[in-house]
């Protein structure tokens, strides 16, 4: 299975109908920090963490690194795109003690309900299947989360398994760009 550090990054930015997906800058870091002290944002992600100790932790470059991408709506952060390998050790996977490329994302709350979660995470998927040619991407959200659900299925991700994650249940789902001959 290829590393996700093996594949040249970071890419061109990608351009969609209305976003950019580019690598971070340290411009970005103020919108890095909303996105995970929002309690909207991070209803479904363990809940806000302080301000406080975001501004110690955060570094000057935010999330500068393979597979995490900035996406920007007409020159400002609106969130992120993370294809990032998903831990061994977590529970859901597609072979035992793999580490499958997962999709994450995270959008500021201004800017739900507008169909760029779908664009964004489209235009990472459609780059990832070129970079990585075959190999499968999962995706794994609370189930209580509609919001996600629904972007998983527009996304074209299938169910492979309910697991029990954080305390809550999770749906985990497979998205490949393989298409099955038949």
């Known amino acids: 299975m290829a590393e996700l ?6 890419p061109a930015p990608i351009r969609t109908e209305r976003l950019v997906l580019r690598e971070s800058r340290a411009r970005d870091r103020a919108a890095f920090i909303e996105l995970f002290a929002s309690p909207e944002v ?3 992600l363990g809940g806000p963490r302080p301000r406080d100790e975001l501004e110690r932790a955060v570094p000057e470059v ?6 995490v991408f900035v996406i920007e709506l007409d020159g400002a952060l609106i969130g992120t795109v993370m294809l990032d390998r998903r831990a061994a050790e977590r529970p859901g996977h597609l072979r035992p003690d793999t580490e499958e490329a997962e999709l994450g994302y995270m959008f ?4 739900w309900g507008r169909g760029y979660a779908v664009e964004a995470c489209s235009a990472a ?5 070129d970079a990585l040619p075959g190999e499968p991407v999962v995706l794994c959200t609370q ?9 998983a299925a527009k996304l074209g991700f299938v169910e492979a398994e309910r697991l029990e994650e ?4 999770q749906w985990f789902g497979v998205w490949s760009s393989v298409t099955p001959s038949g």
């Open 5 to 10: 550090g093996s594949v040249a990054w970071p």
């Open 42 to 44: 991070r209803t479904y």
């Open 62 to 67: 935010p999330g500068r690194r393979p597979g």
């Open 108 to 111: 500021l709350p201004h800017t």
């Open 125 to 129: 998927l459609d780059w990832f299947a």
């Open 143 to 151: 189930t209580a989360n509609d919001r996600s659900m629904r972007l």
């Open 166 to 169: 954080y305390g809550a249940e």
